[in-house]
């Protein structure tokens, strides 16, 4: 199944052209600082990517990360305020997370209620939340906040590896893990690959589904924390319309959003190349802000279009896969 | 999400037989009633209808008032729904829709070309849309995804970056204005609610659509040129999307296109699901997803008549709507159903 392979290659031969592109037009580009700048932005993104990417493999999809994050900002921010270490907060943020991301999963696959609908209300409640907790940003004021986002590791050039980068990196091992070392892993490609067939293979598909969601929450969680700790603020606002950029990644990374086929790795680089077209259109200066949105949705189309040429070229071949 | 059902535990304790199904309406209908009542026994002015200055008043017409741009967009997205897809874009084509008619007030086009411009935009971003889902075979989730990201960008740019305003009596009277006593606005949604009623219930159309929903592979091997009925639809929710961004911009006589119609592609697709439609299709409930709207809608405004703090709208909005997706849930019905079968059995035992 190399043709399966195809669109993760497609993803990083895009991320190293756009990376060469602007190497060539503009000085300074290939340094090191601009790509620590790269990793620093995008982390929260790509880290809520890749709980998306757990829950698009297993066929479904998560529009409550958005407020996710925005809830655990000021909810950190509260909590803080009132004395409790930035570190306990997250602890019991992550808690609450993987047991709302544990009660989706299990709407969903215990009543048959669409994800993309029990998530919608998930969206709404988590927004929600956040208003009541708080109508206005609230600062982070701790030294462990402070430490984090003064953190870096120094790069040679003049660059460094932050604390949200660090956190990404993290992230990114612990999803590989998951995703190609255990059998969690294996079951969630299996369940999104074809259900009915996992489930008379002896995968258990409740248990799975429910797992990929509270695995999404914590994922969630992660960058929620990432993104305050990132900001040292909580705002009921922020982060709203996250959840599009991270299926996004997803996306233009090559997983399949039929489910079933698709790499972790590949959401960093579609979350990375996102950014470069962010960082591109801002280093040229004379561009204007929505063409960022205009070339990612267009490489949406690209990509799409091109994973299903490919599925098709392997459904031609005799595997009975692609629906 | 998962196709498989688990085979019943215990076949006896199943009913006896599917009793008839309650008509469609009934559901949606209960759920709208449940919270007016709610609210009324809170707050008894909630049902008062006055006519001030020439024009109903009051918080029933204040519900239906500010339902009709979703309700526009929601009879569209029940005809996508219909063949079993789903368009994310409506919110952004609002968005494309308030800037070409903003663009075209300023170069002094009559209303009359001003519209047919704005709905043509609307219908182009349709059939773009209908043009992924039908020809390229592209999930409907991901292919309206492109236009729902690109679109808001197109709008910007049409707009050149600024929040152009306007005056124009035609659209503020479309709008806001009223004839008689009734908002001008409502005649809009009764008469494309019609329309759509009449091409769905009155030709084969709507038979297709539902079809095609319903089993898209039996659809075509029956005759039907599913494409172009897909094609059809997803045009259908472009127009209404850009018919109810002419009713905002009219209302705000401004095109704000970072912000016009955010998210009400999320309000439009729970108004359908509300009203009883499954987003696996093969099923248009235009009337329930009027109702699904005034829910939505009813809830929003109830919540500010009770005097709760408005923070709290959108937690109460999520419980309430999650409660009426799992009453309408078949399978939880099934579950209770059994459960109440089988106590029934062990009483009379």
């Known amino acids: ?323 | 999400m998962i196709p498989v059902t688990p085979p019943p535990t215990e076949t006896a304790a199943r009913p006896p037989r599917e009793k008839k199904s309650l008509p469609s309406f009934v559901w949606p209908l209960m759920a709208l009633a449940t919270i007016l009542v709610i609210v009324g026994l809170i707050e008894p002015a909630f049902f008062s209808i006055r006519i001030v200055e020439g024009r109903l008043y009051g918080s029933l017409v204040d519900i239906v008032y500010r339902g009709t741009p979703i309700m526009l967009i929601a009879l569209g997205m029940a005809v996508v729904i219909g063949t079993s897809g789903i368009d994310l874009s409506v919110g952004s084509v609002v968005a494309i829709a308030s800037a070409v008619m903003a663009h075209y007030i300023h170069e002094g086009w009559d209303p009359a070309s001003v519209i047919a411009i704005s709905l043509a935009a609307g219908l182009a971003c349709g059939l773009w849309n209908g043009f992924l889902v039908a020809a390229l075979g592209i999930q409907p989730i991901i292919a309206t995804l492109i236009l729902m990201v690109a679109g808001r960008g197109m709008a910007l740019m049409i707009n050149g970056g600024r929040i152009p305003t306007f005056r124009s009596d035609f659209f503020s009277f479309v709008s806001s204005g009223s004839i008689w006593i009734i908002p001008t606005r409502l005649f809009l949604v009764v008469g494309v609610a019609l329309i759509l009623w009449a091409l769905l219930r009155r030709t084969a159309f709507g038979l297709f659509v539902e079809a095609v929903g319903a089993n898209p592979s039996a659809a075509r091997l029956t005759g039907i040129a599913t494409r172009t009925v897909t094609l059809g639809a997803y045009g259908i929710a472009g127009v209404c999307a850009a018919l109810a961004g002419l009713v905002i911009t009219g209302d705000t006589r401004s095109s704000d296109a970072v912000n016009v119609g955010m998210w009400s592609e999320l309000d439009a697709i729970l108004a359908v699901v509300l009203g009883g439609a499954s987003l696996s299709g093969g099923r248009i409930y235009l009337a329930t997803t009027l109702l699904g709207v005034l829910i939505i809608q009813s809830l929003t405004t109830s919540i500010l008549m009770t005097g709760l703090p408005p923070e709290y709208n959108l937690v109460v909005k999520a419980v309430v709507i999650l409660a009426v997706l799992l009453i309408q849930a078949p399978k939880l019905r099934i579950q209770v159903a059994n459960l109440a079968a089988a106590f029934r059995g062990r009483g009379a035992k």
């Open chain 1, 1 to 323: 199944m190399r043709e399966r392979r195809l669109p993760i290659m497609a993803t990083f031969v895009v991320f190293v052209l756009l990376y060469g592109l602007g190497g060539l037009t503009f000085d300074h580009f290939m340094s090191t600082r601009v790509f620590g700048n790269l990793l620093t932005d995008n982390a929260f993104v790509i880290i809520a990517g890749l709980g998306m990417t757990f829950v698009i493999l297993s066929g479904g999809i998560d529009l409550s990360v958005g407020s996710m994050i925005g809830f655990v900002g000021i909810a950190t921010a509260t909590l803080v305020s009132h004395g409790v270490h930035p570190l306990v907060a997250i602890m019991l943020l992550l808690v609450l997370g993987v047991v709302l991301g544990a009660a989706m999963g299990y709407v969903i696959d215990a009543f048959e209620i669409q994800p993309f609908i029990v998530t919608l209300t998930a969206m709404f409640l988590l927004r929600g939340l956040c208003f009541v907790i708080s109508l206005d940003s609230v600062p982070i004021k701790h030294p462990f906040v402070t430490a984090f986002s003064d953190f870096q590791i120094p790069l040679p050039g003049d660059g460094w590896v932050s604390g949200p980068a660090l956190v990404m990196i993290a992230m990114l091992i612990v999803a590989l893990v998951i995703a190609h070392l255990t059998r969690f892993g294996a079951n969630v490609y299996a369940v999104g690959g074809d259900a009915a067939s996992a489930l008379l293979l002896g995968v258990p598909v409740r248990r799975t589904i429910v797992g990929v969601y509270a695995l999404n929450g914590a994922f969630g969680v992660m960058a929620g924390a990432t993104y305050a700790f990132y900001t040292s603020s909580g705002y009921p606002l922020a982060a709203s319309g996250v959840e599009l950029d991270a299926i996004a990644s997803v996306v233009i990374g090559g997983t399949l959003l039929t489910g079933g086929v698709g790499l972790v790795i590949g959401t960093v680089f579609g979350g990375l190349i996102q950014g470069l077209i962010q960082t591109l259109i801002i280093f040229d200066g004379s561009l204007d802000s929505w063409w960022i949105r205009i070339v990612i949705g267009g490489l949406l189309f690209v990509f799409i279009v091109l994973q299903k040429v490919i599925m098709r070229s392997v459904t031609a071949l005799g595997s009975p896969q692609a629906a």
